[in-house]
Protein backbone atom coordinates (compact mmCIF):
# COMPACT_ATOMS: atom_id res chain seq x y z
CA UNK A 1 0.00 0.00 0.00
CA UNK A 2 1.24 3.18 -1.16
CA UNK A 3 1.13 6.06 1.45
CA UNK A 4 -1.11 8.23 -0.32
CA UNK A 5 -3.90 4.95 -0.17
CA UNK A 6 -3.22 5.42 3.70
CA UNK A 7 -4.04 8.93 3.74
CA UNK A 8 -6.89 8.92 1.72
CA UNK A 9 -8.76 6.30 3.93
CA UNK A 10 -7.72 8.15 7.01
CA UNK A 11 -9.29 10.92 5.65
CA UNK A 12 -12.24 9.03 4.60
CA UNK A 13 -11.99 7.47 8.20
CA UNK A 14 -11.39 11.06 9.93
CA UNK A 15 -14.46 12.48 7.18
CA UNK A 16 -16.97 9.96 8.47
CA UNK A 17 -16.46 10.36 12.10
CA UNK A 18 -16.39 14.36 11.73
CA UNK A 19 -20.17 13.63 9.95
CA UNK A 20 -21.08 11.48 13.04
CA UNK A 21 -19.87 13.88 15.55
CA UNK A 22 -21.61 16.86 13.67
CA UNK A 23 -25.31 14.69 13.85
CA UNK A 24 -24.26 14.12 17.81
CA UNK A 25 -23.94 17.50 18.28
CA UNK A 26 -26.79 18.80 16.48
CA UNK A 27 -28.71 16.28 18.22
CA UNK A 28 -27.58 17.48 21.49
CA UNK A 29 -28.41 21.04 20.45
CA UNK A 30 -31.82 19.87 19.95
CA UNK A 31 -32.14 17.94 23.18
CA UNK A 32 -30.31 21.24 25.52
CA UNK A 33 -33.37 23.21 23.57
CA UNK A 34 -36.12 20.88 24.95
CA UNK A 35 -34.66 20.80 28.30
CA UNK A 36 -34.49 24.54 28.24
CA UNK A 37 -38.98 24.71 26.98
CA UNK A 38 -39.15 21.91 29.58
CA UNK A 39 -37.20 23.96 32.17
CA UNK A 40 -39.32 26.86 31.71
CA UNK A 41 -42.89 25.19 31.75
CA UNK A 42 -41.25 23.36 35.04
CA UNK A 43 -40.54 26.61 36.61
CA UNK A 44 -44.35 27.84 36.02
CA UNK A 45 -45.90 25.09 36.89
CA UNK A 46 -44.00 25.56 40.36
CA UNK A 47 -45.23 29.44 40.57
CA UNK A 48 -48.69 27.93 40.06
CA UNK A 49 -48.13 24.83 42.41
CA UNK A 50 -46.33 27.82 45.33
CA UNK A 51 -49.36 30.20 44.62
CA UNK A 52 -52.29 26.96 45.26
CA UNK A 53 -50.29 26.38 48.48
CA UNK A 54 -50.06 29.94 49.51
CA UNK A 55 -54.08 30.53 49.11
CA UNK A 56 -54.85 27.47 50.76
CA UNK A 57 -52.32 28.42 53.52
CA UNK A 58 -54.18 31.19 54.15
CA UNK A 59 -57.77 30.13 53.83
CA UNK A 60 -56.86 27.35 56.47
CA UNK A 61 -55.41 30.42 58.66
CA UNK A 62 -58.53 31.98 58.30
CA UNK A 63 -60.52 28.72 59.11
CA UNK A 64 -58.47 27.93 61.97
CA UNK A 65 -58.44 31.72 63.60
CA UNK A 66 -62.47 31.08 63.13
CA UNK A 67 -62.04 28.17 65.34
CA UNK A 68 -59.95 29.31 67.73
CA UNK A 69 -62.48 32.94 68.34
CA UNK A 70 -65.23 29.89 68.78
CA UNK A 71 -63.54 27.89 71.27
CA UNK A 72 -62.37 30.96 73.19
CA UNK A 73 -66.21 32.06 73.41
CA UNK A 74 -66.83 29.07 74.20
CA UNK A 75 -64.99 28.43 77.43
CA UNK A 76 -65.53 31.38 78.25
CA UNK A 77 -69.36 31.22 78.09
CA UNK A 78 -68.76 27.73 79.99
CA UNK A 79 -66.24 29.73 82.80
CA UNK A 80 -69.29 32.33 83.19
CA UNK A 81 -72.09 29.72 83.39
CA UNK A 82 -69.59 27.50 86.18
CA UNK A 83 -68.97 30.96 88.12
CA UNK A 84 -72.94 31.87 88.51
CA UNK A 85 -73.96 28.04 89.62
Known amino acids: MSSS ?3 SRHYAAL ?3 LR ?4 NLTETESSLE ?5 LGDMSRLGISSGAQFMAVSRL ?3 ELQRKHAEDE ?3 STARAEAASL
Open 73 to 75: KAA
Open 60 to 62: LDV
Open 5 to 7: NVK
Open 15 to 17: SSR
Open 34 to 38: MLADR
Open 20 to 23: QLRA
